[in-house]
């Protein structure tokens, strides 16, 4: 039954069928060898989806929207210009510094890209070439789902269960977030002064500092309010996102005062659209996981890689040789609901700490929206820069590879990940 699964899934993506209806499809055809009753694949996916944890997600993707249609996006500019002063390069470290806040915001990566690549790229082309400002701004869109609020890591702690909380997530991210902005700053630097880019900016000058910083505070307080009310235990990640739509209401009509009536359905149609192709995964991928369930596949997986080695290092080495070539070819979303119910009881087994597996896990996927043939990120700046994939990868390249240098610190070095939040109390 299994084969059969795997077989007909790999059919139907090849010929680009969407995956949440080749995932359904070839849950159908496992049913129907394994001699089992149809009407399972609709309460499965009933109960997959009727679950309050997962609203958090299309109230963080509202959220996000009406942030970007308040009009936040040239406050945090002009915050991160004000704090990179005129360096070499500078509208670099301006993308990178407002790719990180605003991933603080949106929680998705993908957003970010749209947001900062409509509004960057454009300036940014007339210092550098276009490539590699699609490679910065793509880069710093992919903080979004590290540094929390991150959308990826309520669908990992959805589909793990209660191994691993979104609290303990959000926080895990926190560390290597800053580690990789702090290292594409350092890229960025080392390209510019390498390809002579000019000077750009204005001077550093704590008046000017803090007045950017007085303008851009009430968006800077989002995420302290909302990630910090989760952390805190004043309300759950669900609730979290529900005050942040509030709270960017508020800024949209109060502060920034470019949100209006007419917004609010675009931004609600674009979130449930969203929320709407993830909803779909998880609901048809639930029906695979029920199959592969009913096979024994985890209890075979299990037998057969603690057959392979003894040693969590290597299992984790292993999975992680797993990600990256998933995440080359399946989308993030899908590739955590399939693999996330199979992996994570068993890194459960081999004694690795669930919220080293889940960013660990996440962040593989993550880098994994930047990786040809399937990156989505990619496919998003390339949309909006007019440019060719490969002219994308020629300046991607250095950013993906230090990505991965950040993934191979956390495995050797797991208190980068872990430190915070068994600080807190995860």
Known sequence: MTLAIVLTFLAFALLRMPLAF???????????????????LPQRMMHSVDNFPLMAIPLFMLAGELMVAAGILQRLVDFANSLIGRVQGGLAHVAIVA??????????????????????VPSMRQQYDTGYSSAVVASAANLGAIIPPS????????????????????????????????????????????????????????????????????????PVV???????????????????????????FFVTRKLRLSDLPKAMFNAAVTAAMVGALIAFASTM??????????????????????????????????????????ESNA???????????????????????????????????????????????????????NELLRSAWPFIAFQYAVLGLCILFPDIVTWLPRALGY
Request: net charge neutral; hydrophobic share 65%.
């Open 22 to 40: 080749a995932l359904g499809l070839a849950s159908l055809v496992g049913l129907y060898i394994g001699g089992m009753d149809f009407s399972v």
């Open 99 to 120: 790719g990180m806040v605003l991933a603080a915001v949106s929680g998705a990566a993908v957003a970010s890209a749209s947001a900062l690549g409509s509004s960057l």
């Open 151 to 222: 959308n990826a890591m309520i669908v990992y702690a959805l589909m793990a269960g209660s191994s691993v909380s979104v609290g303990g997530l959000f926080m895990a991210g926190i560390v290597p977030g800053i580690l990789l902005a702090v290292g594409f700053m350092g890229l960025a630097t080392f390209l510019a002064m390498r390809r002579r880019y000019p000077l750009v900016g204005e001077s550093l000058g704590l008046k000017h500092v803090l007045a950017q910083t007085w303008r851009a505070l009430p968006i800077l307080l989002m």
């Open 226 to 252: 909302v990630v910090g009310g989760i952390v805190a235990g004043a309300f759950t990640a669900t609730e979290g996102a529900a005050i942040a739509v509030v709270y960017a209401l508020a800024i949209g």
């Open 289 to 330: 996981t029920f199959a592969f369930t009913i096979d024994l596949i985890p209890m075979r997986l299990a037998d057969w890689l603690q057959g392979v080695t003894a040693d969590p290092m290597i299992f984790l080495l292993l999975v992680m040789a797993l990600l990256i070539a998933v995440g080359m070819f399946i």
């Open 335 to 389: 590739a955590y609901i399939m693999l996330v119910p199979l992996l994570a009881p068993i890194a459960l087994a081999y004694g690795i700490d669930p919220l080293l597996f889940g960013f660990l896990f996440v962040m593989n996927l993550v880098v994994g929206m930047m990786t040809p043939p399937v990156g989505v990120l990619l496919f998003v700046m390339c949309g909006i820069s007019k440019i060719s994939l």
